[in-house]
């Protein structure tokens, strides 16, 4: 049974940083699609970073302030946040897929998912 846990968030003022991690069991992390989401009230489930490969891609909205990595032996998966805005707030969720998706990493082909970690930035 594949577990995806995160873990790492909490409450920080604007500026200020944070560093999720997700850890996985009964799932091998390796090149296929990992990536992070995030939804805030009221609003749809977006995609903030993915990892395919070795290759990140971020959205708009968080290139040059989030950075995502993963630690195969520790089979874990991160996301460095700096800069964070009030903006940001939402729930985070780790997410995990069974392939690369030919390199790119659409919502639908991720199948495993945590509960979610929240992040409140305060102005």
């Known amino acids: 049974q594949v577990q995806l846990v995160e873990s790492g968030g909490g409450s920080v003022q604007a500026g200020g940083s944070l560093r999720l991690s997700c850890a996985a069991s009964?799932?091998?992390?390796?090149?296929?699609?990992m990536g992070w989401f995030r939804q805030a009230p009221g609003k749809q489930r977006e995609g903030v970073a993915i990892?395919?490969?070795?290759?990140?891609r971020y959205s708009d909205s968080v290139k040059g302030r989030f950075t995502i990595s993963q630690d195969n032996a520790k089979n874990t998966l991160y996301l460095e946040m700096i800069s964070l805005k009030t903006e940001d707030t939402a729930m985070y969720y780790c997410?995990?897929?069974?392939?690369?998706?030919?390199?790119?990493?659409?919502?639908?082909?991720?199948?495993?998912w945590g509960q979610g970690t929240q992040v409140t930035v305060s102005s």
């Open positions: 997410a995990a897929a069974d392939s690369q998706g030919l390199g790119w990493c659409p919502l639908s082909i991720f199948r495993y």
């Open positions: 990892i395919v490969s070795g290759i990140e």
């Open positions: 009964g799932y091998t992390l390796s090149r296929n699609c």
